[in-house]
C-alpha cells in the first residue's frame, strides 16, 4: 500500500506528462503481482467494491468530526477523500495493544483490495476505520480514493496505457486493442509485457478498435486543403460509438458496443443490441453516432441524455428514446480488417453494408455536395437548406475527411477535421459563485449568471445558467478574489454577489444552444455554457435580455440552428 | 459591536476614543500597526505607532517618508492615547510582528493581527495576553489546516537536493518573514552552501541580517552572470516561480514553502511539485489553544476561513463574530507586488 500511496502521491504534484509516465512506467516495472494490477485497476477506473461505497465513508466521519467543520472542511478541500485523510484523528491505542488492528488485514494493495471486496458491508465500516488507524495521512488518502473510485490525479486511462507501452515499446493502441479482454489483476498482460508470456488475444469476436479522431480546423488551414480531395458530413450532435458484432467460438452471437474510449456500454442500449445480434449484421465493426430517433427525426443532444448513464432501462425508456446508429465508417467485415483501405473504398463499403443491415435502427451519415470551401461554409451556417432539412437542430458543424485517409487510431494530422458551428454569445451578469472541485477547489470557480428581464419592481436580473470553465488559471484568480470582494450574501458553500444596474460583473457567455425548460427560474436551458471572455469594462445595465435568449428558440425553431448570434 | 473601544469603518478597525484605525487599509490620520506585510502596513498614513522594528521594515519597503511621523511602541510598554492604555506585544508572525491591547476602565480588547504560535528562530516568540475581546485572523481557520514541524519540512527539501543534484531547488516563500525564516532553517539543518536569492528579497535579506539573524552567505542570483545553479538552493517570491525568470536553472524543481501546501489542489494549482507545509500562520489547533488561553469571552474573526471558527467558538460557550474584513490575507499578492515594484 505504501508504494501505491507514493505513486499516487508523486503523480499528483508531477506537472508534466512525461514526468508522470515515467513515474508508472517505474512502478509497473518494478512492482510485482498483483499489486501492480490492482493499481492499473484503480487508474484507470475499472476496480469496484460491491459495499465499499463514498456514503460509507461520510457515515463514519460524521460520526468523528463535528459535521459543520466537516462540512466547510470538504467545501474547501473540494475533494472527500483528501478531506477526510486530512481530518482523520490520529489513532489513540498502539496497534499491538488493540486485538482487531492486530488482526486486521496486512497493508499490501492488494490484500487491501482483496479485503474491501471480501467484506460484508456490516463489517465495513469498522474494517475501512481500523485500515485508515494503520495507515500514515498519504496512505490514507490513496485508500479512500481507492473507495472512492475516481482518483483524480491527473492520469487518464489512455495514459496509464502508454505508460505499459513504454514496458514493452509498442504502440500504445496494441494495448487498447486488447485491453476490452482483460480484468483486473491483469497477469497475463503484465506477462506480455515482461516478455515472459504469450501476447493475450485480443476477444476478436467484437472487440475495440481504438477510433479515429478529428482536428479542429483554423481559418489558415484552408489555404492548404484542396476541396476535391475531400468528403464532407454533418457533425451529429449524439455520442460517438462503436458497434461490434461477431460469432465466438461456440458459435454464440456476441455484439457490443462501446464508446470511444472503449468502455462496453452494450448494457444501457438493449435495442442497439438485439439488431447487433440479428444475423443480418454479420461478423462487423461500425463508427457511427448514437442518437434518439423519433418518426425519423434526429432529437437533440438534450433528449439523447435521459438515455445516458441510466443502470436500468425500463421498456417505457426503449419506446420513448429510440435509439439508433447513423454510420460513419466500416472498420472490420467478415474476416477483413478494413482500416487500410482509403476512406472513398470503405465508404462504399459501408453504403452496402448498411442497405444488407435493413434495419430502421441504422442508417448513412449523409454526405454534402460541396464545390468550394465557400459552399461548404454555407452549408455549414445553413445546415437545413444544405441538406439537414429538419435535422438541422442535431447538426453541431461539418466533418471534413481526406478521401484517400486510411482509418487510423487517434488523432492523426492531416485526415480529418471538424469544423463546428459558430457559439452563441450572450452577455450576462454573475450572481453566484460555488467553489470548484478537483483542480480548481478552493476557488470560487462555478459561476451563476443571469440576464435582464422586467419585473414586478423594475428590471431584474434573472438566473439562466452555470459555467465553470473557459478562462484561464489567471482569469480564474481575479475572479475569484472579485468574488471575495463583492460578496454580498453567503449561503453555505455559495456566495452571492452584487449585481445590480449600477454593480455587478458582465461575462461573456458562449453556449451551443437553448431549450426551453422547467427545471430553471427562466423557464430556458443553455447547452454547454462557458465563460467566453470576462467583460471588466461593460457596465452591468448594458448586459443582454432574457428576451435576446428566449428568441434564440423561436429562431432555431423557425430556421433551424442556422441562427448565428452574437458574432 | 458590542464594544466600544473598537468599532468597524471602511478602512479598518477603528478606535474612537483614541481617534485612530488599527493596521488601516486606507491612509487615514493615525495608525497603529501591528507588522510589516504589505496588506496591514500600508504608506500613507499621517502618524504612525509600531515596534522599531515594523517601522523599519515600512521604510524599507515604502521609503522614509512612508508616513509624517512615526511613534515607536516598545514592547509591553503601556501608552496612553486619548482615554485607552495601548501596549504592544509579541505576535510571533515576522520580525517586528506584534499583537496591539487596547484597555478602557475594565474592558480589555487585543488585535492580534496574524500570529503563529510555532517556534521561528527570526521572531520572539507570540505572548498570550488575557483579554475580554480577542480579535483574531483565521487564514487557516479549518480543522484540515496542521502545519507539521518546519525543520522536517525544511529536511524534505534537502533531501531532495541530494536526490536531484542537476537540479536547482527553486523555493518559493514571501519576502518578508519566510524568506528569512527559511533562511535561518536551513542553516539549522547544516547546509552551509550560499543561498542564492531573487533580487527581490535583497534589502529584507540585509535587514534581517543585521538584526543579528544568522542567515549565513546570501548571493543574488543577479550577480552570478549566467549560471544555472544546478544543485542549489534559490529563494524567490511565489509569483516568480512559474515566471519566464525561473527558466534560467538547470530543470528547476518547483517547491513552495506555505501553509497552503496542506491542500494538494493549492499546490497542483501553482504548478508545485515539491510542496512545503512552512507557515507563520496559526493553525488550526494553534488558533483554537490561543483562543481558550486569552480567556476571551468574545471572539471577533478579521478574515481568512471565518465560519468554521466562529462555529467551533460558538460551540465553546464563546461569543464570535465574523467581521469580514477585505483586503486583509493578502499578503501572497501584496508581496508579489512589492516584488515587482522593488
Keep these: 500500500m505504501n508504494r501505491f500511496a507514493e505513486l499516487l502521491d508523486r503523480v499528483s504534484y508531477e506537472p508534466s506528462r512525461n514526468g508522470k509516465l515515467r513515474l508508472l512506467a517505474h512502478y509497473f516495472r518494478t512492482t510485482g503481482d498483483p499489486d501492480r494490477g490492482y493499481a492499473l485497476a484503480a487508474i484507470t477506473g475499472t476496480l469496484n467494491f460491491a459495499n465499499a461505497k463514498p456514503a460509507l465513508i461520510r457515515g463514519f466521519i460524521a460520526d468523528r468530526v463535528d459535521p459543520v467543520l466537516f462540512g466547510l472542511s470538504y467545501d474547501y478541500v473540494g475533494d472527500l477523500s483528501e478531506t477526510v485523510a486530512l481530518l482523520w484523528p490520529a489513532a489513540t491505542a498502539p496497534a499491538e495493544a488493540d486485538p482487531d488492528r492486530r488482526n486486521a488485514p496486512h497493508n499490501t494493495l492488494s490484500d487491501i483490495v482483496e479485503t474491501l471486496a471480501a467484506t460484508g458491508k456490516a463489517q465495513l465500516p469498522r474494517t ?104 464532407a458530413e454533418w457533425k451529429w450532435d449524439g455520442i460517438r460509438v462503436q458497434a461490434a458484432a461477431g460469432t465466438g467460438a461456440d458459435g454464440v452471437r456476441i455484439a457490443r458496443l462501446y464508446s470511444r474510449t472503449g468502455e462496453d456500454v452494450s448494457a444501457a442500449f438493449p435495442d442497439l443490441v438485439d439488431m447487433l445480434v440479428d444475423g443480418r449484421f454479420g461478423d462487423a465493426a461500425l463508427d457511427g453516432e448514437l442518437l434518439i430517433l423519433r418518426e425519423g427525426r434526429v432529437q437533440s443532444f438534450g433528449v439523447l441524455q435521459q438515455r445516458l448513464n441510466r443502470k436500468t432501462v425500463s421498456a417505457k425508456l426503449l419506446v420513448d428514446y429510440p435509439a439508433h446508429i447513423r454510420a460513419y465508417d466500416l472498420l472490420y467485415e467478415n474476416g477483413e480488417d478494413l482500416r487500410q483501405l482509403p476512406f472513398a473504398e470503405r465508404r462504399q463499403r459501408l453504403e452496402v453494408f448498411v442497405t444488407r443491415a435493413a434495419s430502421d435502427r441504422l442508417d448513412l451519415s449523409p454526405q454534402i455536395p460541396f464545390e468550394s470551401w465557400e459552399a461548404l461554409a454555407a452549408a455549414r451556417a445553413d445546415p437545413r437548406s444544405a441538406g439537414a432539412g429538419e435535422d438541422a437542430e442535431a447538426v453541431e458543424g461539418v466533418m471534413l475527411k481526406r478521401s484517400d485517409s486510411p482509418y487510423l487510431p487517434g488523432r492523426p494530422k492531416g ?8 457559439p452563441f454569445i450572450l452577455d450576462a451578469v454573475l450572481m453566484y459563485a460555488q467553489r470548484g472541485h478537483g483542480k480548481r477547489s478552493s476557488f470560487y470557480s462555478d459561476y451563476t449568471f443571469g440576464l435582464w428581464r422586467k419585473g414586478s419592481a423594475g428590471d431584474e436580473i434573472v438566473p439562466v445558467g452555470k459555467a465553470y470553465f473557459g478562462f484561464t488559471d489567471e482569469e480564474l484568480k481575479q475572479l475569484d478574489r472579485y468574488v471575495r470582494d463583492h460578496t454580498t450574501n453567503r449561503f453555505g458553500p455559495v456566495r452571492e454577489v452584487a449585481a445590480t444596474v449600477d454593480e455587478g460583473l458582465v461575462l461573456e457567455v458562449a453556449f451551443e444552444g437553448v431549450q426551453r425548460s422547467t427545471r430553471h427560474k427562466s423557464g430556458v436551458a443553455m447547452r454547454f455554457p462557458r465563460i467566453s471572455r470576462i467583460r471588466w469594462d461593460k457596465p452591468s445595465r448594458d448586459a443582454d ?19 448565428e448570434p452574437g458574432r | ?83 485607552i492604555s495601548v501596549s504592544f506585544h509579541p505576535a510571533g508572525h515576522v520580525l517586528g510582528s506584534a499583537q496591539i491591547a487596547l484597555t478602557q476602565g475594565p474592558e480589555k480588547i487585543v488585535v492580534s493581527g496574524d500570529y503563529k504560535r ?51 531547488h527553486l523555493v518559493g516563500a514571501y519576502s518578508l518573514g519566510k524568506a528569512q525564516r527559511l533562511a535561518a532553517l536551513i542553516r539549522q539543518a547544516g547546509w552551509d552552501r550560499p543561498l542564492y536569492i ?12 543585521a538584526q543579528g ?5 546570501v548571493i543574488r542570483v543577479a550577480d552570478t552572470g549566467r549560471a544555472k545553479l544546478p544543485g542549489e538552493i534559490v529563494l524567490c517570491p511565489p509569483s516568480s516561480l512559474g515566471d519566464a525568470w525561473s527558466r534560467r536553472f538547470a530543470d528547476p524543481v518547483a517547491c513552495f514553502a506555505s501553509g497552503w501546501m496542506r491542500t494538494r489542489a493549492r499546490a497542483r494549482q501553482r504548478g508545485v511539485e515539491l510542496p512545503l507545509i512552512v507557515s507563520d500562520h496559526a493553525d488550526w489547533a494553534e488558533l483554537t489553544a490561543t483562543i481558550r488561553e486569552t480567556g476571551c469571552r468574545e471572539v471577533w474573526v478579521t478574515h481568512g476561513e471565518a465560519d468554521a471558527l466562529v462555529h467551533w467558538a460558538g460551540t465553546q460557550g464563546i461569543g464570535a463574530m465574523p467581521l469580514h474584513m477585505l483586503g486583509y490575507g493578502d499578503e501572497d499578492e501584496a508581496a508579489d507586488q512589492a516584488a515587482a515594484s522593488a
Excluded at chain 2, 531573487?198 to 541580517?209: N, S, V, W
Design chain 1, 415 to 422: 485526415q480529418w477535421w471538424k469544423w463546428k458551428r459558430d
Design chain 2, 1 to 83: 459591536m458590542a464594544a466600544s473601544i473598537l468599532t468597524l469603518a471602511p478602512q479598518g478597525l477603528y478606535c474612537p476614543a483614541g481617534d485612530f484605525y488599527v493596521d488601516p487599509m486606507r491612509p487615514v490620520p493615525r495608525a497603529l500597526i501591528t507588522h510589516g506585510h504589505a496588506d496591514h502596513a500600508r504608506a500613507g498614513h499621517g502618524a504612525v505607532m509600531a515596534t522599531a522594528e515594523t517601522l523599519a521594515i515600512m521604510a524599507l519597503r515604502c521609503g522614509a517618508g512612508f508616513a509624517r511621523s512615526q511613534q515607536v511602541a516598545p514592547l509591553g510598554e503601556t501608552i496612553e492615547v486619548g482615554g
Design chain 2, 118 to 168: 510555532a517556534a521561528d528562530p527570526t521572531c520572539l516568540p507570540f505572548e498570550p495576553v488575557a483579554c475580554d475581546i480577542f480579535i483574531t485572523e483565521a487564514t487557516f481557520g479549518l480543522p484540515i489546516f496542521h502545519h507539521p514541524d518546519a525543520a522536517a519540512e525544511v529536511a524534505k527539501l534537502l533531501d531532495s537536493v541530494a536526490m536531484f543534484p542537476e537540479r536547482t
Design chain 2, 198 to 209: 531573487h533580487g527581490a528579497m535583497d534589502k529584507l535579506m540585509h535587514f534581517y541580517a
Design chain 1, 545 to 563: 435580455r432574457l428576451e435576446t435568449l428566449e428568441g434564440l428558440i423561436a429562431a432555431s425553431a423557425r430556421e433551424g440552428s442556422g441562427a
Design chain 2, 213 to 217: 539573524i544568522a542567515l549565513g552567505e
Design chain 1, 128 to 231: 475501512i476505520a481500523l485500515l485508515l488507524d494503520r495507515l500514515d495521512e498519504k496512505g490514507r488518502w490513496a485508500l479512500l480514493k481507492l473507495i472512492t473510485g475516481g482518483l483524480r490525479i491527473g492520469v487518464s486511462a489512455r495514459l496509464a496505457k502508454t505508460a505499459l507501452a513504454s514496458l514493452r515499446d509498442c504502440e500504445v493502441n496494441e494495448i487498447e486493442d486488447i485491453w476490452p479482454g482483460l480484468s483486473p489483476p491483469y497477469l497475463p498482460l503484465f506477462a506480455w509485457l515482461d516478455g515472459h508470456g504469450e501476447r493475450p488475444a485480443s476477444d476478436t469476436a467484437a472487440q475495440f478498435r481504438t477510433p479515429m479522431l478529428a482536428h479542429a480546423i483554423e481559418d489558415r488551414d484552408f489555404a492548404g486543403l484542396n476541396p476535391a480531395e475531400h468528403v
